[in-house]
């Protein structure tokens, strides 16, 4: 299963805390080091910002935590979030589907809840 698509460990919604606006465990704080890079940050674009450049359509919706900067997620054609990680080397971000509460560290492939 790729990563990205996880649902989320029972576990990980016990512990919370506040780091800007994410609740993350403490799992993921020790193991984690890049939540300080976290910056209250609203989506800059109605949807993925390159996807809307070309025309393209995205399946998913993730948030990068450190700029705002949304891109598709790796079930879409442009994988634009994950390029935009390797584009930035910016390492947290957040699913932003409606139902989804969940964030993600491509360096330490580690999931968290947000608020
Ligand atoms: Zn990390
Ligand atoms: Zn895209
Ligand atoms: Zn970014």
């Known amino acids: 299963m790729r990563p990205l698509d996880w649902a989320i460990p029972p576990g990980l919604k016990e512990a919370a805390n506040p780091i800007a606006s994410c609740r993350i465990s403490g799992l ?4 984690c080091s890049h939540f ?4 209250k940050v609203s989506p ?3 949807g993925c ?5 070309t025309g393209d359509r995205w399946v998913h919706l ?5 700029c705002g900067h949304v891109g598709c997620c790796d079930s879409s054609k ?10 930035t080397q910016h390492p947290v971000m957040r699913s ?3 139902a989804d509460d969940w964030g993600w560290c491509y360096v330490d ?5 947000v608020a």
């Open 78 to 87: 442009g994988k634009h979030a994950t390029k935009h990680f390797h584009a």
């Open 96 to 98: 932003i589907e409606p």
């Open 62 to 66: 993730r948030m990068c935590l450190i």
């Open 36 to 39: 300080k890079l976290i910056q």
């Open 109 to 113: 492939e580690l999931q968290f809840d």
């Open 44 to 46: 800059n674009t109605n």
């Open 28 to 31: 993921m704080a020790k193991r």
């Open 49 to 53: 910002e390159e996807c809307l450049k």
